[in-house]
């Protein structure tokens, strides 16, 4: 009988132990749970997939943190594939919008548009995605050049078309004549 009950207590205390765990676990001040999550989460190795009027977007990244209204992306590689062009950015940060109609920012950033006759590599120190425009923006100045010509400007914005508007005292070089 001895042994019998021995083999029921341990089993008991062990339950026991947990439901007190569990209940400590429960009882956290709510400060103490508010802290927790605006701690926020990181990610490695992430990989995402997001559409918008300008196409469908493939980002990636090695390590992603959880900030407020964005994800703090380092290093960022984004992919826009829409109807015949594509563009391949890479940037050393990036924030990205949880609310994928609110401006998300890529810093020291690069980049290739492909488009079926041509393609445009360009670099900037900042650049805005604005999917309400469907434009980037480049506050800081942009440097940009096919296998024609060069142009380089303080600021500068491009649309997913490929067009580009430049201000500031624009310096453009034809590269072949």
């Known amino acids: 009988m001895h042994g019998n009950a021995l ?9 026991g132990l947990l439901v007190a765990l ?12 508010q802290e927790k999550v ?8 992430v990989s995402m997939r997001r559409s918008d009027a ?8 090695s390590v992603v943190k959880e900030e407020d209204d964005f994800y703090v992306a380092e290093p960022l590689e ?3 594939e829409a109807d015949d062009q594509a563009w391949q950015v890479f940037s050393r940060l990036g924030r990205i ?3 994928k109609m609110a401006e ?7 980049g290739d548009i492909e488009f079926p006759s041509s393609k445009v590599h360009w670099v900037a120190p900042v650049a805005h995605w604005n999917p309400e425009s469907s434009f980037w923006h480049f506050p800081d100045g942009i440097a940009a050049e096919t296998g024609e ?5 303080p600021r500068g914005r491009m649309a997913t078309s490929g067009q580009m508007w430049l201000e500031g005292g624009v310096y453009a070089e034809w590269l072949r004549p």
């Open 22 to 33: 569990l209940a400590r676990d429960l009882s956290l001040p709510e400060r103490a749970m």
């Open 54 to 61: 300008a196409g469908e977007w493939t980002i990636k990244s």
């Open 97 to 99: 919008a949880k609310d």
């Open 7 to 15: 083999r029921w207590l341990i089993p008991l205390a062990l339950l």
């Open 78 to 80: 984004v992919l826009l």
């Open 38 to 45: 605006e701690e926020g989460r990181t990610l490695e190795g």
């Open 104 to 110: 998300s920012s890529m810093y020291e950033a690069s």
């Open 149 to 153: 010509f060069y142009v380089k400007a």
